[in-house]
């Protein structure tokens, strides 16, 4: 069993930056890191995620302002969102997964940008 703790939401001014951070309950060699918004509804989008070789992908929402980086030794993801918009506002989630192995979810942390 994996635990996910994610910090670093908060409040935000459009324009400044906040870093989200996702720390397992152990190493995370072998898992996809992953980071999902959920808005309002209950409906969960992807925002972006970083795979085992370290190859990064992105929402076009969020393409040139938000960064994803791992440690795998301390277990730990990264999100760094710059340039913050009003639509960036949701609760961010952090998913481990790998092939062929339960996935584990945080229970998000909240990041709300008003202008």
């Known amino acids: 069993q994996v635990q996910l703790v994610e910090s670093g939401g908060g409040s935000a001014q459009v324009g400044e930056s906040l870093r989200l951070s996702c720390v397992a309950s152990?190493?995370?060699?072998?898992?996809?890191v992953a980071w999902y918004r959920q808005g309002s509804g209950d409906a969960r989008e992807s925002v972006a995620s970083?795979?085992?070789?370290?190859?990064?992908k992105y929402s076009d929402a969020v393409k040139g302002r938000f960064t994803a980086s791992r440690d795998n030794v301390r277990g730990t993801g990264w999100l760094q969102m710059n340039s913050l918009k009003p639509e960036d506002t949701g609760l961010y989630l952090c998913h481990l997964s790998s092939s062929g192995v339960q996935d584990y979810w945080g229970q998000g942390t909240q990041v709300t940008v008003s202008s």
């Open positions: 152990g190493t995370i060699f072998g898992w996809t």
């Open positions: 970083i795979d085992t070789r370290g190859r990064t």
